[in-house]
């Protein structure tokens, strides 16, 4: 909502106005642009006016419509550098962009608030989608009903305690191949069978990669050590040295959540839920062969 004193503002023909964006990354990293040709300082945060950053125009509509828009700007080491967002680490950053009288920062109201979307490089700049609040509620919601189990493992449905020594560990990494092969060793690093941490997840601790996670596609005990294989590159580089976490995998299966985590209590899918075969069944499958009804 407009205050009366920058509605007043505006409605005196001549203004000064521009924009103030804030974007705070997953990490809690905040940073403050602007389009205006000086720095503004508000909310105690300073908007920088190097930055390069500009928008297009806000597109705004009512009901459950999603509100969209794009940023532009220049990649610069002091500001958003091409090694983070080649990275990820402003993908689904929060976005804040006020319209401000820059003569006076009290005098500024709240215009768009939403999340980066599509991030596109091209050269020295870069293109980001941002997306409204009203986004989320394009998620499906609902419960599934499957066979495999419907939790994200550690969630509130899900409960099972990650931190315990059979979930987790902490490594470091000894070796790195094309980017996705990894020598792990630790304490306890080859302790635990082959495959405990396929389909988990890896947390990069520290080093040039510190806070980006991947997910394990292989791994298996190597001596003392431990090697796993990534689905993809992480979009940082590993050196050794570096220190990470790695998470237990689930399979989403009956046996493993009952075997491997002993967490049967808390299982969120329909084991015995029968598979799309059981409508189709036929007399001779069935081994009913007595001419009469089956029940």
Not at 1 to 13: E, F, K, Q
Not at 110 to 129: D, K, P, Y
Request: charged share 25%; hydrophobic share 40%.
């Amino acid at each position: 909502m407009i205050g009366p004193d920058l509605a007043a503002h505006l409605a005196g023909g001549l203004t000064t106005l521009c924009h103030a964006w804030a974007v705070t990354r997953t990490d809690g990293t905040v940073f403050g642009f602007t389009d205006h040709d000086r720095d503004l300082t508000f909310d105690g945060m300073t908007f920088r006016a190097d930055s390069g950053l500009s928008a297009r125009a806000l597109q705004q509509g009512t009901g459950l419509s999603v509100d969209n828009t794009e940023a532009l700007g220049l990649l610069s080491d002091t500001a958003l550098s091409e090694a983070d967002i080649v990275a990820g680490r402003f993908d689904g950053a929060e976005v804040r962009c006020w319209r401000v009288n820059w003569s006076d920062p009290a005098q500024r109201v709240l215009q768009f608030r939403g999340t980066i979307g599509e991030l596109q490089r091209n050269g020295a700049s870069f293109t980001a989608e941002l997306r409204g609040l009203t986004e989320a509620l394009n998620r499906p919601l609902g419960r599934i009903y499957q066979k495999p189990c419907t939790a994200v493992l550690g969630d509130a449905a899900c409960r099972v305690d990650l931190t315990g020594p059979d979930h987790s560990l902490t490594l470091s990494v000894t070796a790195v191949e094309g980017a996705r092969i990894l020598q792990l060793a630790g304490a306890d690093a080859a302790a635990l069978p082959e495959g405990w941490f396929r389909r988990g997840h890896l947390l990069v601790l520290d080093g040039a990669a510190s806070g980006l996670q991947g997910t394990v596609k292989r791994d298996s005990p190597q001596g003392s050590q431990r090697e796993i294989e990534l689905w993809e590159p992480l979009r940082a580089p590993l050196v050794p040295g570096d220190s990470l976490r790695l998470q237990a995998g689930c399979d989403k299966r009956f046996a493993t959540c009952r075997d491997k985590f002993a967490n049967l209590v808390n299982f969120q899918g329909f084991p015995d839920l029968p598979g799309d075969d059981w409508r189709i069944i036929d007399p001779a499958l069935s081994g009913q062969l007595r001419g009469g009804s089956r029940r």
